[in-house]
Nanobody
Framework: QVRLVESGGDSVEDGASLRLSCAAS????????MGWFRQRAGEERENVAI????????YYADSVKGRFTISRDNTNNTMTLQMNSLKPEDSAMYYC?????????????????WGQGTQVTVSS
């Protein structure tokens, strides 16, 4: 059974940094594309960043390019999202996700396993 556990969410001020972590188990982690998604209240969940199984390929939403960095540790089955220069519009529940299908264009990967989420709140 796939289990994804996020941590690191917090309430911070505009311009601060946070580091989210995801611990994965129950899946062939080294062969699985992983991603971070977020969902604001009343809105649809959106893709924030995706990383290929080996870590060589990444994708970022335009809204976070240059500020967020996704990385993974295939030895410890973990993934992180380093978030710098946070803005109030980054406030959301952040979810770790594992892809059931990993495309060479990682944006086209299909994500079907989700964590419970970790809340990030950025105040102005």
């Amino acid at each position: 059974q796939v289990r994804l556990v996020e941590s690191g969410g917090d309430s911070v001020e505009d311009g601060a940094s946070l580091r989210l972590s995801c611990a994965a188990s129950g899946l062939p982690y080294r062969r699985t594309c992983m991603g971070w998604f977020r969902q604001r209240a009343g809105e649809e969940r959106e893709n924030v960043a995706i990383i290929s199984s080996g870590g060589a390929a990444t994708y970022y939403a335009d809204s976070v390019k240059g500020r967020f960095t996704i990385s993974r540790d295939n030895t410890n089955n973990t993934m992180t999202l380093q978030m710098n220069s946070l803005k109030p519009e980054d406030s959301a529940m952040y979810y770790c996700a594992a892809a059931s299908y990993c495309n060479a264009d990682v944006r086209r990967s299909v994500f079907e396993s989700w964590g419970q989420g970790t809340q990030v709140t950025v105040s102005s």
